[in-house]
């Protein structure tokens, strides 16, 4: 199964919470299990290459807070091969929940800097205040009612810092280097 870092059936988060109860419900279920638990995907076709591209295309780029949040991106295609071996392998991970993240952590400002400078281009990052995000997620959920929520802005501004060695260790990957993520998420490796 592919949850979410950070996921937790006791959390007052509501994209955390659900995560954690499905998580819930796989390890009662009785069956054999392996959750991978990821966190903002990089690659071809993901919804982080396509935040990333928009981010470099011109000269400017807003960040909520600044793109001070830390993000730890892994790969696509190292979840795809962590998958696999977890499903045909068994027992390499049968019964585990293990966080499948990136080998590096970074702040988020400094993935677009990356990004930018792989282009050849420089992008001024600007900041969208999280408080003043927060206050308008509110009004709007109150009026329309679901989607970009107060609950997704604390997921997509988590930090994440986990250390990455466990479980690529034991599934037996190697994670794939954050160059090489941006480069295959741009279009550009």
């Known amino acids: 199964m592919v949850s979410a870092t950070g996921a937790d059936e006791n959390s007052s988060n509501r ?54 949040n830390l993000q730890q991106p892994l790969y696509v295609d190292d979840l795809a091969r962590a998958a696999v071996v977890a499903a045909t392998q068994a027992p390499v991970a049968t019964n585990l929940t293990l966080d499948l993240v990136g080998p590096v952590s970074l702040p988020e400002r400094e993935l677009v800097e990356r990004a ?27 009026i329309a009612g679901n989607g970009f929520s107060r609950d997704v802005l604390e997921v997509i501004t988590a930090d994440t810092r986990l250390d990455p060695m466990p479980a690529a260790t034991k599934i037996g990957i190697q994670l794939t280097g954050i160059d090489e993520m941006i480069q295959a998420s741009l279009g550009e490796g």
Not at 121 to 141: D, H
């Open 15 to 68: 994209y955390y919470r659900t995560k954690g109860q499905a998580e819930a419900l796989v390890r009662a279920s009785g069956l054999a299990y392996t959750v991978l638990r990821a966190p903002l995907l990089l690659g071809s076709n993901t919804a982080g290459a396509a935040a990333l591209k928009r981010n470099v295309s011109g000269t400017r780029a807003k960040l909520i807070g600044g793109g001070r």
């Open 116 to 142: 930018a400078r792989l282009l050849g281009r420089r992008v001024r990052i600007g900041s969208i205040p999280k408080i003043l995000l927060s206050l308008v997620l509110a009004v709007r959920q109150c």
